[in-house]
Structures are given as structure tokens and as C-alpha cells.
């Protein structure tokens, strides 16, 4: 499981003690934000340590308005 950073912790916790699954977890950090408004690039952060290569992988975000963020994500993992 990817858990993006900051506002999906707490939803990623909960969902990953009702998975009856073995589950590892890791976390990234992305910034494409100036304030309020999006600037369109997005920049990683902290980025994910774990081997996900071969790997099915459940990414857990909290919001998803223009979709850029989880595109570059989607397409970076």
C-alpha cells in the first residue's frame, strides 16, 4: 500500500487494519500546490523506499481534484 502523505494516514490506517491481508506500507510526499491553486507540477517530496517492482500496489489518497497529482503518481510508481 502507498499512502499519500499527509491526509490519507489516518483513512490508510483504518482501511489497513480491516484487510484481512499481510500489507506493507509505505508513504509518499507530493507538493503541487501554491496556497490554494494547483501550479500544475508536481514535485515529489518524500518518495516511496519500498521494492514495488512485480508488486500489486493499493494507492491511498485523500483528494483528487484536477487528477494531475494522482496521474504523476500513477505513471512515477
Given at each position: ?17 480491516s484487510l484481512r ?11 503541487s500546490y501554491n ?43
Amino acid at each position: 500500500m502507498v499512502v499519500v502523505l499527509k491526509g490519507a494516514f489516518i483513512f490508510a490506517a483504518d482501511l489497513v487494519r480491516s484487510l484481512r491481508l499481510p500489507i506493507e506500507i509505505d508513504f509518499v510526499k507530493l507538493a503541487s500546490y501554491n496556497g490554494m491553486e494547483s501550479t500544475g507540477i508536481v514535485e515529489i517530496t518524500k518518495d516511496v523506499e519500498a521494492v514495488i517492482t512485480g508488486k500489486n500496489v493499493l494507492v491511498v489518497e485523500d483528494i483528487v481534484d484536477t487528477g494531475i497529482t494522482i496521474d504523476f503518481l500513477l505513471r512515477h510508481l
